[in-house]
């Protein structure tokens, strides 16, 4: 034997490689599980957030829209109460003119045609006598034209004390009984005419 010393590598077979390599296998396989799940969790987490901030926007959005479309339909509201305000006052008033107008016309229309002529008188003389038999004496006031419109004839009535009266206008009548009066004018007429159709626009 050589007592000279040298150095040489030695080789040691590997006993476990196939049991090593399961076990990287594994561990990998675990890891890679591990981290996918991981991966999704916190995916999940920022779905969830995104989730939430989004729905918290869409509810911002629909508080702000629904507030727009409050205030716009009460502003809609004061401006159509507004308007209302403004207007309907002024078209009450320009059909109360209209009427009144249109009355005044006609009274003056047909005030013409009655206080001329023998028709007037005796339009007159039917309104004041009215409707029915009178038994006690009353008295008819005329204007003086009328009375000689009628002729005499007309002014024996029974019971009817004709008068003349200066101070009632052509085609006008007053009827005077012992408990009161049944006024046949043709302004009193209108009148009531005026009140009853201008009380009905207040």
């Given at each position: 034997?050589?007592?000279d ?5 030695v080789a040691y ?7 090593d ?13 591990a981290?996918?799940?991981?991966g999704?969790?916190?995916?999940s987490?920022t779905a969830?957030?995104?989730a939430?901030?989004q729905?918290?926007?869409?509810a911002?959005?629909?508080r702000?829209t629904?507030?727009?479309s409050?205030?716009a339909?009460r502003l809609l509201?004061a401006?159509a109460?507004?308007?209302?305000n403004?207007?309907v006052?002024?078209l ?9 107008t ?16 023998e028709?007037?008188?005796r ?5 004041a006598?009215g ?20 002729g005499?004839s ?5 019971g009817v004390?004709?008068?003349s009266?200066?101070?009632?206008s052509?085609?006008d009548?007053v ?8 006024d ?7 009148t009531?005419?005026k009140?009853?159709?201008?009380g009905?626009?207040a």
């Amino acid at each position: 034997m050589s007592t000279d010393a040298g150095f040489s590598s030695v080789a040691y077979p590997r006993l476990r490689v196939v049991a090593d390599t399961r076990v990287d296998e594994r561990d990998r396989a675990a890891g890679h599980a591990a981290g996918y799940a991981a991966g999704l969790r916190a995916a999940s987490i920022t779905a969830a957030a995104l989730a939430v901030e989004q729905a918290a926007e869409h509810a911002a959005v629909l508080r702000h829209t629904e507030a727009k479309s409050d205030r716009a339909v009460r502003l809609l509201a004061a401006a159509a109460e507004a308007l209302d305000n403004s207007t309907v006052p002024v078209l009450r008033e320009a059909e109360g003119t209209l009427v009144r107008t249109a009355l005044d016309l006609a009274e003056a229309v047909l005030g013409a045609e009655l206080s001329q002529g023998e028709i007037s008188a005796r339009r007159a003389l039917e309104r004041a006598l009215g409707q029915g038999e009178h038994l006690e004496t009353h008295t008819v006031h005329m204007h003086p034209d009328d009375l000689a419109v009628l002729g005499l004839s007309t002014q024996n009535i029974p019971g009817v004390l004709f008068v003349s009266d200066a101070s009632l206008s052509r085609g006008d009548a007053v009827t005077r009984f012992a408990d009161g009066f049944l006024d046949a004018r043709i302004g009193t007429a209108f009148t009531r005419v005026k009140n009853a159709m201008l009380g009905g626009l207040a």
